[in-house]
């Protein structure tokens, strides 16, 4: 079974710029995650989406974005990056039938931003 | 809402030695706890979990975490070190009900001395 996978796995902008990232979930997963792990920082939820719609948005920016798709693959958007948006960018997946609501996690994009 | 407290950002052990790692949670209802452990330039993935069932869980790699309602803590234990547990460790929460998203702790780094 394959797992979550993300893309790009490295991804360097400038200020100003806008970044795309991808994750593909785990087959017959319909929920999809986003955290930031900036340095020093931890962890920090940036978006949940499931069946197409967000679900729930953590204490970020409008210029965080992002969708689901048909076939609940995602895209999280950055807009007008600053300095300060450089982290390792983590997709999870889960399977909204289960109740302890584990989630998978893939490799990470890692976002650097001059 | 909810939150977890890791106690102790760095951890040295010596190979063989014992290992503790920290965690403390806050939750208004009954929660799920994780642990999840993340290895140098890569994604999370899932040490053990507590769902309400056993309060002593068992997970890979020879760890083991207990919860206890009374010190609102889930520690995780491993009784002999592996230099391959060096590695970043993070304690997460969420709960029945919630919006579902893991809230993590600050992580712990594990240093396993030769």
């Known amino acids: 079974e394959a797992g979550v996978t993300q893309s790009p796995t490295h991804l360097i902008k400038t200020r100003g710029q806008q970044a795309t990232l991808r994750c593909s979930p785990i087959s017959g997963h319909t929920s999809v995650y986003w955290y930031q792990q900036a340095l020093g920082l931890g962890l920090q939820f940036l978006l949940w989406y499931d069946e197409g719609e967000e679900r729930n948005r953590g204490n970020f920016p409008p210029r965080f974005s992002g969708r689901q798709f048909p076939n609940y693959s995602s895209e999280l958007n950055v807009n007008a990056l600053e300095l300060e948006d450089s982290a390792l960018y983590l997709c999870?997946?889960?399977?909204?039938?289960?109740?302890?609501?584990?989630?998978?996690f893939g490799a990470g994009s890692r976002l650097t931003v001059l | 809402a909810q939150s977890v407290t890791q106690l102790g950002s760095h951890v040295s052990v010596s190979e063989g030695a014992l290992v503790l790692l920290r965690c403390n949670y806050s939750?208004?209802?009954?929660?799920?706890l994780f642990w999840y452990v993340q290895y140098p330039n890569q994604g999370l993935q899932l040490l053990l979990k507590y769902t309400s069932a056993a309060t002593l869980v068992k997970g890979i790699n020879g760890f083991e975490a207990e919860f206890k309602k009374s010190e609102t803590s889930f520690h995780l234990t491993k009784p002999s070190a592996h230099m391959s547990d060096a590695a970043e460790y993070f304690c997460a929460v969420t709960s029945r009900g919630s919006a579902r998203q893991l809230t993590f702790g600050s992580g712990t780094q594990l240093t396993v001395l030769p």
């Open positions: 939750s208004s209802v009954p929660p799920y």
């Open positions: 999870a997946s889960s399977s909204r039938d289960r109740v302890d609501n584990v989630l998978t």
